[in-house]
């Protein structure tokens, strides 16, 4: 019994991790561009093609791919921030949602279009290798996938707490009109935020690819995880999406294991209802 | 050194500024006073290319600045204490200041710059590592006092920085921006407390209902019968 509840608490927090770095990007962007990106899973599906993709054309190791894929993912976010989302900044929430989720339906479209809805993944030599010590398994890929997720959402945070930009990110979040008043160039950090947002949730596509599927559609499986991550760690705190993550990964695993998987949506449910009913400023938001 | 032509602005349709104009000698300390409401904040947010300026000029040291993006009116020199201070709250007192210096130029000198800031106001050094949201409303109107002198002003807007201090601290503040005044810093000093702000200007405007409706020398709006009447309640 034991065994089994410390492997499930390595299975979740791994798990955890990928969504932890998928929902720090979707609480950057809500937290400074006071934006919710519906289009978010859509570029974590991009991230997983383009991963994909690198592998099966020239053969380039999905982890190695995030050399490409975050830069190339960046650039991508800076030109949709500067085409779709600057022009809807200041525009009523309504029309922000249309213009996201308008993005998100586009993009399912064009994938579907391009490569069908074939699901895809990629298989590495390393692809079924497990560690295994003390009754324990845990799967080499999962292992690397949260390993760098850590370790991306760590750079993350540090930029955010030593760079000159990442301070002024940080200060526009919290008190824009001073933000501006203090010489910050609102428009250049809100694409900033927003390239640095959808890097790291295409990283997450990339480290994905190996343990996932690839398909059209499969952003919104993972954006629901999101939103319930970002409402649990509290909208506007990046510690509390990597906590909240780690958290749902742990939730999604006892459940898997003690109630069934099928069942992990209405999981994600109820917690959602419970954050509302009980914190709704999440467990980490500062109201 | 700074000057308003006919400026008017709007929030949505309705008219906050009409046909306002004023002008600031370089190294002086020229005052704006009016009850609340009467367009003060809107005139600096005007001034800072927070609000649109819908027609007139504005010029500073001889460029056209009205309708520049925010942060380049900052680095020309023109800098805003806002109304309520507006700290960064979730930002330790050094942080903000840091931000005070973001702009090239005062990056530069920014140790520099903080030994004065520190020098003007010790207790800012002695919490430092404090987060600004934790400070006392005094201590407050002093790190916001001291992140805009970080971003090396030539000209310092203050908007109402007495606001909601209490008296010993009312005097304290004005006695601040004498003395910053006093070390070649121009200062454009918003009040709706008339009686101390008309004692340190040298010049002053008395704005009512966006227009403004007086303007003179800081001594004698103070003696103004007007004036008196409406703002000193005597
Ligand atoms: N954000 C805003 N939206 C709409 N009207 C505003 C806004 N800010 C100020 N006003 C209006 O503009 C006028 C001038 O306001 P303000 O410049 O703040 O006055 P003061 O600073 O002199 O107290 C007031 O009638 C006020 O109600
Ligand atoms: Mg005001």
């Known amino acids: 019994m034991l065994a089994t509840v410390i492997q499930l608490i390595i299975n979740g927090l791994l798990l955890g991790g990928i969504y932890a770095l998928i929902s720090i990007g979707l609480t950057l962007i809500f937290g400074v561009l006071e934006i919710i990106n519906f289009a978010h899973g859509e570029f974590l599906m991009l991230g997983m093609y383009a991963s994909y993709w690198l592998f099966q054309l020239f053969g380039v190791d999905p982890y190695l791919s995030l050399l490409m894929v975050i830069p190339t993912f960046f650039l991508v976010g800076l030109a949709v921030q500067r085409i779709i989302i600057q022009p809807i900044i200041n525009a009523p929430p309504l029309n922000q949602i249309f213009a996201t989720v308008g993005l998100s339906l586009v ?37 690397v996938a949260f390993v760098l997720a850590i370790a991306m959402i760590s750079a993350l945070l540090m930029f955010l707490k030593r760079t000159y930009t990442g301070k002024a990110i940080r200060a526009l979040a919290q008190e824009k009109r001073a933000a501006m008043l203090m010489g910050i160039n609102v428009y250049r950090m809100y694409q900033i935020a927003f390239g640095i947002g959808i890097a790291c949730v295409g990283a997450a596509g990339a480290i994905l690819i190996p343990i996932y599927y690839a398909f059209p559609t499969v952003g919104a499986l993972f954006v629901l995880i999101a939103f319930v991550v970002v409402i649990l760690g509290g909208y506007n705190s990046l510690v509390g999406a990597l906590i909240g993550g780690l958290i749902i990964g742990l939730v999604e695993a006892f459940s898997g294991f003690f109630l069934s998987p099928h069942l992990k949506e209405a999981v994600y449910f109820v917690i959602f209802i419970l954050i509302l009913l009980f914190r709704p400023t999440g467990l980490f938001g500062r109201g | 050194m700074l000057s308003l032509e006919n400026i008017s602005a709007y929030y949505g349709d309705v008219q906050a500024l009409r046909d306002i104009s004023l002008r600031i000698k370089e190294g002086k300390i020229v005052t704006i006073i009016g009850s609340n409401g009467a367009g003060k904040s809107t005139t600096l947010n005007t001034i800072s290319g927070v609000l649109r300026c819908a027609s007139g000029k504005i010029e500073f040291l001889g460029g056209r600045i009205e309708n520049l993006p925010p942060h380049q009116i900052v680095e020309l020199g023109v800098v805003q204490i806002p109304e309520a201070r507006l700290l960064f709250p979730y930002m330790t007192v050094l942080e903000n200041l840091e931000l005070g210096a973001y702009t090239p130029k005062a990056r530069k000198g920014k140790e520099q710059n903080q030994e004065i800031v520190f020098g003007l106001f010790p207790v800012l050094e002695e919490r430092k590592t404090q987060l600004a949201g934790t400070l006392s409303g005094g201590e407050q109107q002093m790190l916001a006092i001291a992140r805009g002198l970080m971003a090396r002003p030539k000209l310092l807007m203050l908007d109402e920085p007495s606001l909601g201090l209490a008296p010993l601290l009312v005097k304290q503040v004005f006695g601040t921006v004498k003395e910053i005044n006093a070390q070649g810093i121009t200062v454009l000093l918003v009040e709706q407390n008339v009686f101390h702000s008309l004692s340190i200007a040298d010049e002053a405007y008395v704005l009512e209902n966006g227009r403004v409706v007086l303007g003179g020398g800081g001594k004698e709006i103070l003696e103004n019968p007007r004036v008196k009447e409406a703002y000193l309640g005597i």
Do not use: E, H
């Not at chain 1, 391009?114 to 295994?132: E, H, N, P």
């Open chain 1, 107 to 143: 993009l399912q479209n064009v994938a579907l279009f391009f490569w069908k809805a074939d699901y895809r993944t990629v298989r590495t030599a390393y692809s079924t290798l497990c560690l295994k010590t003390g009754g324990l398994m845990i799967s080499l890929p999962r292992l």
